[in-house]
């Protein structure tokens, strides 16, 4: 027995994997290889250069790779097979569950065809039925070897077929009871069929309160059922009526993980899509170019704030202490509007917020900015005393630290809301994106504020 | 069979509820209660007043009460709670899974002795022994109610136990085969039982190469083993070695829900922990005092600079131009800051990144710093230009964009690494306190530049 210390963090594993490669030693490393989990493989080898990752790939046992080539990042897997033929991809794809072989095929654009007709021909006809569904839908991710079973079957002769249909399924944890029409009328898991009396019908041990989705529901509602339902594999109903697969739990865990990766990214200011692959695996060029795109966007919205101290050019060059309390005023702003777009972009994914509460939402948020900036305002007021300002400077910078929180509150909880009406990823209306604008606005206000309190 | 659109979002459920309790209609609520799923049940009564929620409660039929608290968020379900009597407290948590019911007693401080005595002697002492477990570790997830199975059984002997053990288990899809000093020596899959031989002994149909966590497991390394090794419940052994319980996979689920929600609250600035609770359950009072205690702290490292204007008080009087480009350069060295923030903390919670690869780190974000800094400080020459800057200033701005976003990106990725090696969740260590930190800095950097180059 082996803890979880002794195999992920073997120590040296990854060190002992270039340096057999480095010597040369490939019998040894084809050995050493032989006993790890294939998941952890993948972990370290998407640490290596591209070039040791595919020298280990080829030093894999045959079936061993298709193993750790499902474990893989989708691009990681993509750049292996391009080293092959087609020949040897088709080969290695028709090891793999459908829904893993057509993640991977869907990477390729110019071979998709070739390889896809050198895969085994009913393997190619579901890789390709998959295809058809749109990348984060819940079709991609099912499986269609599931446990079908009848309503009146008894319970030991339920038994019986699964020991022949065994092969044929990923899962028989549950067991799914089909009409003659294919459609779903209940499920029932192996455990009730073990422990039933023998003669008992599958009709009569079924739950019948099933919530199944579509395929063209989005894989995050699917991971959002899955954990608000407690489900084991989630089926999938076509439009018909008919049942189409399931979407085991293992696969919504790595959305799951997936998706929590990717709002991170956003929040930061990334798109999700490329960089959401193993940090040492994307080429630097690659997350350079994705990541000044959005900076550019970033720092044209935020030329505004020059456009802005431009036009109440004259004030500051009167009071140049007012430029002094510039970014501490606008940071404050960005901050606490950053922290009304986390707790609004937190509720709506974990469906504790819905669009339709836009009124109950902002007044709450307009309310705790008040409250937030009477506080943070009093300090800044404090603050700017003993910094030495005059107390109608100070009071100007307590003024527009009140007005500036209660706006930054205000757009922040806003933003998401409209986002999410107009069905784009509110956390893609991320934090910088909501300082950005709050920055300018806040500018404005508070120069504002200073020329009217001070006169000028 | 419903699909989830009829049951999550019945239309209309939230306001037929409201309405019913504002006519009185307890019993026709009651009636419109009992054919909902508990999770649709928890998920509403969120969304009410905490007065409504009790109320709602209360009109529960009593099996259904246990349901839809195990299913309420824990300050929630505790509110409810503190609505009843101790013996009506313990007669509910003792229908929970001791998991569940340690998870809402460890919200108790004066009352938890009194209830833990009023619960059923077994339970209570199961519940005893998981708070002994600190709050976010392996242990208080734990279920101890698993399917023990002998190595030397045969695969029908097992059926034929596991249906006497059936109501003493929470899942039979694994069972684990303890030696006879109940040491976990491999795990067999109900499945596998099934269409084994009926003499097979359990013995050589086990998989010997099993994962496991110890009680003292933080839950987040628990998530990640399970989804790494795509588990269906991971076994707990104890420091003795002998096998205390599993963690079955949707307890994982909600763990990798909730811990994303919390990511997402640290990128904003916020603590998780109280504010990790349904968005319209938390009073406004709390969420102020929270989010003011942070804003604050950020409010103080902000005033910085202050300092570092004021020091430059000549320079900025001299040339008041200088001050237009605050806001836009110590905007982008944030904002590349918080880019890099997020790749690191993304790529760390995954596992991609370890500590001690911060010289790689460092390098390759010092590396894409500079490209990214050179492309932004071409862009910002030209708009200074355009605004009709002198070539001086112009050049001086471009120049304090390079230096600033590779510095920026260079601190961005050394903070989270910090934070990892002491222990510290780096996403605590988020875009917020970055920006902050490197609005400072920027603005130091910026000003010796324009000192140097504009001769000031």
Redesign the interface.
Known sequence: ????KE??YAEGFEEEIRSLLKGGQTAALSERLKNQ?P?DIA?VM??LSAKERIQTFHLLAPGAQAEVLSELGTRVARQILSSLSVGEIAQLLDQLPMDEAAQILSTFRRRRTVILQALNAEHAEDVRRLLTYSEHSAGRLMTEQFARVRPEWRANET?TH??RM?ADVE???NLYVLDDEE???GVVS??EV??APPRKRLRELMN???????PE?DRE?VAR????????AMPV?GADGRMLGIIP??D???V??A???E???K????EGGV??Q???TIP?GT??SR??G???L??VA??L??TV??FF?SE??AV?AL??????L???G???G??????L???L?????EVKDVW?VIR?EL??GL??GT??GI??FG?ALL?GSAVPLALTVGLAILAICTWANTIGSLIPLIAQRFKIDP?TVS??LI??LV??TG?AIYLMIAKVSLGL
Chains 1, 2 share one sequence.
């Open positions: 027995m082996r803890t979880q195999i992920i989990h998941a972990q998407e640490r038994l699964l020991r065994n899962t028989l944890n459609r779903l009328v192996l455990r073990v422990i019948t309160r099933v919530i199944s989705v579509t529901t509602e059922l899955i954990s608000h339902y407690d489900y084991l109903i739990v293992d919504v865990i790595d799951l993980v998706e929590s990766g709002d991170i990214l929040f930061g200011g990334l960089l959401d193993p940090y040492f630097l997350v350079v990541r000044v959005w900076l550019l970033l720092f935020e030329t704030t020059g101290l431009r050019e500051l060059a140049v430029s002094f309390f510039i970014p501490l606008i940071g404050t960005g901050n606490t950053a922290q009304t777009v986390s707790t972009i937190r509720g994914a974990l469906g504790e917020i109950r709450r309310l705790s409250l937030i506080v943070l300090v800044a603050r910094w956390a934090a910088p300082t950005t920055d300018a500018l």
